[in-house]
């Protein structure tokens, strides 16, 4: 059973930048398909990046250029770089873990971009 551990979240001011990471245990981490997702507060869950098992990434439109997801495989972390944040990223980030016919969630990590 996967277990994901989000951190990094905080408050930063507009312009800011974090470093979101998620630690995995208890799967085969490098090939698993790994993402990070938001949900902001009255609004549903969205995907904000994604990257394969082979390192093809894919991002929301609305995070793209300022946003970047990496993968260390040898120490099974995925991690969300966000730079010039906007108070419309202001969000819970959840960290998720897919292979087929398993989809395994972390419990968030808040942040608030806000002056």
């Known amino acids: 059973q996967a277990q994901l551990v989000e951190s990094g979240g905080g408050l930063v001011q507009p312009g800011g930048s974090l470093r979101l990471s998620c630690a995995a245990s208890g799967i085969i981490f490098s090939i698993y398909t790994m993402g990070w997702y938001r949900q902001a507060p009255g609004k549903q869950r969205e995907l904000v990046a994604a990257i394969t098992s082979r390192g093809s990434t894919n991002y929301a439109d609305s995070v793209k250029g300022r946003f970047t997801i990496s993968r260390d495989n040898a120490k099974d972390t995925v991690y969300l770089q966000m730079n010039s944040l906007k108070p419309e990223d202001t969000a819970v980030y959840y960290c998720?873990?897919?292979?087929?016919?398993?989809?395994?969630w972390g419990q968030g990590t808040q942040v608030t971009v806000s002056s």
């Open positions: 998720n873990a897919r292979r087929v016919g398993i989809d395994s």
